[in-house]
């Protein structure tokens, strides 16, 4: 079984996610929780966090509890619903497996802000590719 410490150090390579600030913190058995620290760099000209920050981090999430136990599921179809702002500086994204099959898998992601509100939600289904 991995460490969180080497699930972390695979995932480095996911570039476009660990540079804008995502953090794997917690896996589970298809499972796992990722965050940010929300920055300027994330926000939109209103002031908010932009649709494309929770996308990255419930995309990320999705990924890390996909492939953590083993590589090889990507994406197929993502659908996301923005429901709030978030208010404070943290954002949680927690990725739970709803459906694992032979070819494909279904997850659940749920974004939330420091503050427990949930900010987004996100369907993903993901093709095993090996």
């Known amino acids: 079984m991995k460490t969180l410490e080497e699930v972390r150090k695979v995932f480095e390579g996911d570039r476009f996610a660990t540079e804008n600030g995502a953090v794997i913190e917690e896996i589970g058995d298809h499972s796992a929780t990722c965050s940010l620290i ?23 999430a999705f990924a890390v509890a996909a492939n953590w136990e083993k590589m090889g599921c990507v994406s197929l179809h993502s659908d996301i619903s923005f429901l709030r702002t978030a208010k404070g500086k943290k954002l949680i994204a927690k990725a739970v497996c709803v459906r694992d099959g032979k070819s ?27």
């Open 38 to 60: 929300i920055t300027d760099s994330h926000r939109n000209a209103m002031g908010a966090v932009m649709g494309g920050t929770y996308f990255m981090l419930a995309d990320f």
């Open 104 to 130: 494909t898998a279904c997850y659940r992601v749920d974004v939330t802000d420091d503050f427990g509100n949930l900010t987004a939600t996100a369907t993903v289904k993901g093709y095993h590719v090996g």
